[in-house]
C-alpha cells in the first residue's frame, strides 16, 4: 500500500508540474495576443501620412487638461492642446487635413517694452536700424513710403512719437523676431500652428479668432480698419494705428490681438497647402505673416481672418508687422 500511495503521490507531482506549466504557456500566449493588440490600437489613434495627417511638430507627451471650457497660462503662455485642422487657402481651392502636436503661445504679441530688454540684455541691431529706414504708411497721403530713422522705438521715424511700452512692438524683420524670441528661450510658430491656436485647439470654423462677427453695436472687437481701405477711416475704437497689446476681445482659448493690429511672423517659407499633400516644395524667398492689422479691411485684404495668409521677404521691417513667440512643451 505505501509503494502504490508513493507511485500515486510522485504521478500527482508530475501531472501537477505539467498542468502548470501548460497553464503559464496560455497566460503568456495571453499576454502577447493582449500586446499585439493594444499596438495595433495606439498604431491607429496615432495621424500617419498614410491616412492623410502630418505631424508638424516633435512628438510631444504631456498629460493634458481639458482647456475647451477655459485655458491654461504659462508665464504669459497659453497650452494649446495637439488635433487635427483643416486648412484652406481662401484665395486657392487647396484643402488638406494635418495633425498639430501640443504647444505653448504667447497669449499676446510682443510690446515694444519686451523688445526693449533685449536690445538692452543684447545689444541687438535690428534690421531697420542698419539698413536706416523701414516701411510707414502715410494716413494723410495714404500711401506707403521708405522713412529715415523709422525703427521698433519710433516706428514713424524719430520725428514722430515714440512708441508705449505696452504697444506691440513693430518695425521687426523675421529675423528680428527670429533673435528675440531665441533669447527669451523661445521660437516663432509655424503658421499652421498659430491658425491651430487660433481655432482654439480644435478646428473651430470661426471666421475671426474671437467669433464671426467683427463688431457689435457697441464695440469693435479687434484693432482692424474701419471703413473702405485706404479712403474712409471711420476710427470707432479710437485706434489711427497700433493698440496696447490685449485691448480687445480675446478667443475662447484666451489668446489676443490673434486677429488685428499687427501681423505676425511666422517662422516657414511661403508654401501652397497642395506642396503637403505632394511632399514637393516650390523654392521661395517670402516668410509668412498671419493675423492681419490695423491696416485690413474686408474690400482690401481682410488679413484678419483666420484663414487668411499674407507673405513678404524676410528683411523687411514694416510699422504694422510685429510677432509671438511659442514654444514646446517639455
Known sequence: MATNSLKFTSRSVYFCRIMHAIGRIFYLLFLIVAGLSCKTQNSADKPTQDSGTFILSK??????????????????????????????DPRTTDSVTVY??????????????QFADFIQ????????????????????????????????????????????????????SWYDAKAFCAWRGKRLPNE???????RNGRNDRS??????????????????????FPEEFKNLDGYESVAPVGRFRASPLGFKDLSGNVWEWCDN?????????????NAVDEKVMRGGSFLCAPNYCHG???????????????????????????
Not at 493634458?64 to 497650452?79: A, D, K, R, V
Not at 497721403?141 to 523709422?150: E, G
Not at 495668409?309 to 508687422?321: A, V
Request: aromatic share 16%; proline share 4%; net charge negative.
Open 59 to 88: 512628438n510631444i507627451s504631456i498629460n493634458p487638461h481639458n482647456t475647451y471650457l477655459g485655458f491654461q497660462t504659462y508665464s504669459g503662455m497659453i497650452w494649446v492642446p495637439g488635433g487635427p485642422i483643416t486648412l484652406q
Open 100 to 113: 498639430v502636436q501640443s504647444f505653448l503661445m504667447d497669449s499676446t504679441e510682443v510690446t515694444v517694452g
Open 121 to 172: 540684455a543684447s545689444g541687438y541691431r535690428t534690421d531697420a536700424q542698419k539698413f536706416g529706414n523701414a516701411g510707414v504708411f502715410d494716413m494723410g497721403s495714404r500711401s506707403w513710403s521708405l522713412v529715415d530713422s523709422a525703427f521698433w522705438l519710433y516706428p514713424q521715424s524719430n520725428h514722430r512719437a515714440m512708441a508705449h511700452a505696452d504697444d506691440p512692438v513693430t518695425q521687426l
Open 192 to 198: 499652421i500652428e498659430w491658425e491651430h491656436a487660433a
Open 207 to 228: 471666421l475671426y479668432s474671437w467669433g464671426s462677427d467683427w463688431q457689435s453695436t457697441e464695440t469693435v472687437f479687434g484693432n482692424v480698419w474701419q471703413g473702405d
Open 269 to 281: 517659407w511661403r508654401f501652397d497647402y497642395a506642396e503637403l499633400t505632394s511632399g514637393i516644395f
Open 304 to 330: 484678419y481672418m483666420i484663414a487668411s495668409r499674407s507673405f513678404t521677404t524676410p528683411e523687411t521691417s514694416l510699422f504694422h508687422i510685429g510677432c509671438r513667440c511659442a514654444k514646446d512643451v517639455e
